[in-house]
C-alpha cells in the first residue's frame, strides 16, 4: 500500500523567512503533484513534477523530485503572507491516473508579518 | 468559466436519506475522478472513469455508494442510505489521458 508522508504537519513562519516542505513516499513513481488549498476551498494545481530530478519554479515557490529517494521537496524562499495555506503533495503510482492520485496529509502552513 | 464545476456546493441531509452530486469536467477531458475529504487530511481516491467507463471502482467506501458517468460527460455520485460519517467534502477531479488534474470546488455534505 502506498504511502505518502509530509512534514511537517505545521508550520508557523515569520514574513521573509526560507522554509522546506518534505514529502516522502513508499512505492516507486516518477509523477508526483503538489497542491495548495486555501480555507473551505478546493484544491489549486502547482506543479508537476514528472522525473527523477525534476525542479520547477514559479514565484517564491520551487519543488524539486528526487524518485530514487522517493522524496519531493517544495521550497518557499522569503515567505510572504499570501502563501498561507495548506500544501498537498500527491503521488501517482500508476502512471496514468488510473490509481488516483494518494495525497499525503498537508503541511498546514501560517506566515505571520 | 471553463473549470470544473460540482453542484450543489453545499447539501445538509438527515441520516438515511439518498444524496446525489453531479460533477462537471472540464469539456476536453476524458479522465473524471472522485475524492472524498475529511477535515485535517488529504483527498482519498473513491473512482475514476475513462470515458464512460468506470475503470476503478473497489475504493469506493462501501455499497452505499455509487457513481456513473452516462456518454462520458458530467457525472453523478450518489450515496444511499447515508451516515453521519459520511460527512465530508466530496471532490470531482478532471484530466486528459491520465496527466495534471484539476479539481472542482467540492460539495460539501453535511449527514444530520
Known amino acids: 500500500e502506498l504511502k505518502v508522508e509530509q512534514n511537517p504537519l505545521f508550520l508557523s513562519m515569520q514574513e521573509g523567512k526560507n522554509y522546506t516542505i518534505y514529502c516522502n513516499y513508499s512505492t516507486t513513481s516518477d509523477r508526483l503533484y503538489w497542491y495548495r488549498q486555501d480555507p473551505g476551498k478546493s484544491l489549486e494545481s502547482l506543479f508537476v513534477?514528472?522525473?527523477?530530478?525534476a525542479v520547477k519554479q514559479e514565484g517564491r515557490l520551487m519543488a524539486s523530485l528526487d524518485t530514487k529517494a522517493r522524496l519531493s521537496t517544495l521550497h518557499i524562499t522569503a515567505a510572504v503572507h499570501d502563501l498561507s495555506a495548506t500544501y498537498f503533495c500527491?503521488?501517482?503510482?500508476?502512471?496514468?491516473?488510473?490509481?488516483?492520485?494518494?495525497f499525503g496529509k498537508g503541511t498546514h502552513l501560517i506566515i505571520q508579518p | 468559466d471553463t473549470g470544473v464545476s460540482q453542484n450543489p456546493r453545499h447539501k445538509i441531509t438527515k441520516r438515511g436519506q439518498n444524496v446525489t452530486f453531479r460533477c462537471d469536467p472540464i469539456?476536453?477531458?476524458?479522465?473524471l475522478y472522485w475524492y472524498r475529504q475529511t477535515l485535517g487530511q488529504g483527498p482519498e481516491f473513491l473512482t475514476y472513469f475513462q470515458n464512460e467507463a468506470q475503470l476503478e471502482k473497489s475504493r469506493l467506501l462501501s455499497d452505499r455508494f455509487s457513481a456513473e458517468r452516462p456518454k462520458g460527460s458530467f457525472s453523478t455520485l450518489e450515496i444511499q442510505r447515508t451516515e453521519q460519517g459520511d460527512s465530508a467534502m466530496y471532490l470531482c477531479a478532471s484530466s486528459f489521458a491520465g496527466y495534471e488534474q484539476y479539481f472542482g470546488p467540492g460539495t460539501r455534505l453535511t449527514v444530520t
Open positions: 513534477l514528472l522525473s527523477n530530478g
Open positions: 500527491a503521488v501517482d503510482i500508476s502512471g496514468g491516473g488510473a490509481d488516483g492520485l494518494t
Open positions: 469539456s476536453e477531458h476524458n479522465r
